[in-house]
């Protein structure tokens, strides 16, 4: 074989090899990639904000939460990373895509939520651009879960951008689903609103926060709920 052609066909296996590489490092698989999507609407003033971020801190550091990743699945391991939200083009994730499999990585989740400062501090009530946002970044992660859910905590109804419905409707048909944490501080009937409107997709499920001081009893219930659950 001349040597044009060996030179040639040694280079394309080079390219060959780094795309494929490439593409197993894009899609290490988990049993579920979750978006954890917290409300900095001006409702939410420091002190609510704060009990937020302690509660899902909280939740990762508890041994149940691990206990459900553990056996949520065959990879026995998940993909978090956090959002916050406020208006209809007010979205920023301050914690990147994680691996959380194991004591130290779920102990690392949480200090990084303790650590990421409050970036937003009013703008709206959009869930549905929070939803919208979260849809974005399923792509950009370097993991493939068997589920992707959106996990939408807020203390408002959708006030600003599209519909709320239309964006859970296109997230649902993208195979995402949708939960909901409702804090009923401000709007008592904001449970029924996630029902009705917010929450999405196979086994959807929303669990309400009476106020802020049981948003971390809420959250950890939910996220045992949301791990542990199977397609």
């Not at 699945?73 to 959380?100: D, E, N, Y």
């Not at 959708?158 to 859970?168: F, M, P, Q, Y």
Request: aromatic share 6%; proline share 4%.
């Amino acid at each position: 074989m001349p040597a044009f052609h060996l030179i040639r066909r040694f280079v394309l296996a080079i390219v060959l090899a780094v795309g494929c590489g490439g593409q197993v490092a894009a899609q290490t698989a988990v049993d579920l990639q979750l978006v954890l999507a917290v409300d900095a609407s001006g409702s939410v003033d420091q002190q609510r904000f704060n009990l937020q971020k302690q509660g899902y801190a909280s939740a990762f550091r508890n041994p149940r939460v691990l206990r459900a990743i553990r056996t949520a699945g065959s990879a026995g391991a998940i993909a978090v990373t956090m959002v916050q939200w406020t208006g209809p083009r007010l979205q920023i994730q301050v914690v990147p895509w994680a691996l959380v499999s194991d004591e130290a990585s779920t102990n690392a989740l949480a200090a990084a939520i303790e650590n990421a400062p409050r970036q937003l501090f009013g703008g709206g009530t959009s869930i549905s651009g929070a939803i919208d946002h979260a849809m974005q970044l399923f792509p950009e992660s370097p993991y493939h879960g068997t589920r992707r859910v959106i996990d939408i905590s807020g203390d408002g109804s959708n006030n600003s951008g599209r519909l709320v419905t239309l964006a859970r409707d296109d997230a649902v048909s993208a195979g995402v689903g949708i939960n909901g944490l409702p804090i009923l501080t401000i709007e008592p009937g904001l449970d029924r609103y996630y029902a009705d409107n917010v929450i999405g997709g196979p086994g959807a499920f929303m669990i309400a926060a009476e106020n802020y001081e049981t948003f971390a009893d809420a959250i950890l219930k939910k996220l045992i709920t949301e791990i542990a659950m199977r397609d």
